[in-house]
Nanobody, 123 residues
């Protein structure tokens, strides 16, 4: 059974940094598309960052966030710098079931999801 478990969320002041981790179990996700999404209260889930053969970022986080894979390839990270109050949300890790170098920005493309980790940025 595939599981994605996020960690690293918390409360941080504006301008601070957090590093989110997503650990996958049940199978290896080497060479599989993975991504991060977020959902703020009262808003729809939105794309944040994704990796496949390359990386891609939402305009709102470009230059501040970095997605990367761990050396074991079953972990994906989201380094978040220069955090803003508008980054406050529950952050979700996602993985696709099919091996591909494609980078997906739509939540519809992903098959597996974590339970989410709360990130709160105070002003």
């Amino acid at each position: 059974q595939v599981q994605l478990v996020e960690s690293g969320g918390g409360l941080v002041q504006a301008g601070g940094s957090l590093r989110l981790s997503c650990a996958a179990s049940g199978r290896t996700f080497r060479s599989y598309p993975m991504g991060w999404f977020r959902q703020a209260p009262g808003k729809e889930r939105e794309f944040v960052a994704a990796c496949g053969g390359s990386t891609y970022y939402a305009d709102s986080v470009k230059g501040r966030f970095t997605i990367s894979r761990g050396s074991a390839k079953n972990t994906v990270y989201l380094q978040m710098n220069s955090l803003k109050p508008e980054d406050t949300a529950v952050y979700y890790c996602a993985a696709d079931a099919n091996q591909s170098w494609t980078v997906y920005t739509s939540s519809d493309e992903y098959d597996y999801w974590g339970q989410g980790t709360q990130v709160t940025v105070s002003s």
